[in-house]
């Protein structure tokens, strides 16, 4: 099946730094999905990249979806203790009814020493 | 503001008993999925549900059952709980007649199994 991994797992970082996590699907995809988790919440969704080569930018965040369509990233700028959380990439399945359903890759934390 | 409500927060139960996890959204969505959460697995889909009554099985539907008798509400059944069930489940809904169709997730139900 699909599968999406994500590196790299845990990130820490001075606030301040840049910071940038990295998807990669085993199969081309027609959307790709951000979303962020705050410690002891809930993933929220951020931002959905459809086209290749398409960058799209929020604020000091900028998100890639590479041109093959099977990588994407997404980089924060000067990194702030707002930003800790747990970041994931997602992608559809790409069959049928399936189409809505996300597979999620396994998160990259991101923690920010102030 | 549109909300996907999970009816607990915390549950404990014991091993053996049935277990009802409930879902609400009041977004019309079409699509609603249940995901359980575990460190370092991620996000692992159990079921989803595209439309009233119908259903299909994500990666990891074993030991669990759903119900869809209304658009808004999408119930998760453990017919028989066990320990390697204890999880942080997330509920979430999206739709695919909206742009960014994102998914919005509920604020998650912490289950213990003893």
């Known amino acids: 099946g699909q599968q999406v991994m994500q590196i790299p797992q845990y990130q820490h970082v001075q606030e301040g730094e840049d910071f940038t996590t990295y998807c990669n699907s085993s199969?081309?995809?027609?959307?790709i999905q951000w979303y962020k988790q705050r410690p002891g919440g809930h993933p929220v969704f951020l931002i959905q990249?459809?086209?290749?080569?398409e960058v799209k930018k929020q604020k000091r965040l900028t998100f890639q979806f590479g041109e093959a369509k099977k990588n994407s990233s997404l980089h924060i700028t000067a990194t702030q203790t707002t930003d800790v959380g747990t970041y994931f990439c997602?992608?559809?399945?790409?069959?049928?009814?399936?189409?809505?359903?996300?597979?999620f890759g396994k998160g990259t934390l991101l923690t920010v020493n102030p | 503001d549109v909300k996907v409500t999970q009816s607990s927060r915390y549950l404990v139960k014991r091993t053996g008993e049935k277990v009802f996890l409930e879902c609400v959204q009041d977004?019309?969505?079409?699509?609603m999925f249940w995901y359980r959460q575990d460190p370092g697995l991620g996000l692992r889909l159990i079921y989803f549900?595209?439309?009233?009554?119908?259903?299909e099985k994500g990666d990891i539907p074993e030991g669990y059952s759903v119900s869809r008798e209304k658009k808004e509400r999408f119930s998760l059944i453990l017919e028989s709980a066990s320990t390697n069930q204890t999880s942080m489940y997330l509920c979430?809904?999206?739709?695919?007649?909206?742009?960014?169709?994102?998914?919005?997730f509920g604020s998650g139900t912490r289950l213990t199994v003893v």
């Open positions: 979430a809904s999206s739709s695919p007649g909206t742009p960014n169709y994102g998914y919005t």
């Open positions: 199969t081309t995809l027609s959307n």
């Open positions: 990249l459809v086209k290749s080569g």
């Open positions: 997602a992608g559809p399945g790409n069959s049928g009814g399936s189409n809505y359903k996300l597979t």
């Open positions: 977004m019309d969505h079409e699509n």
């Open positions: 549900s595209y439309d009233v009554k119908m259903k």
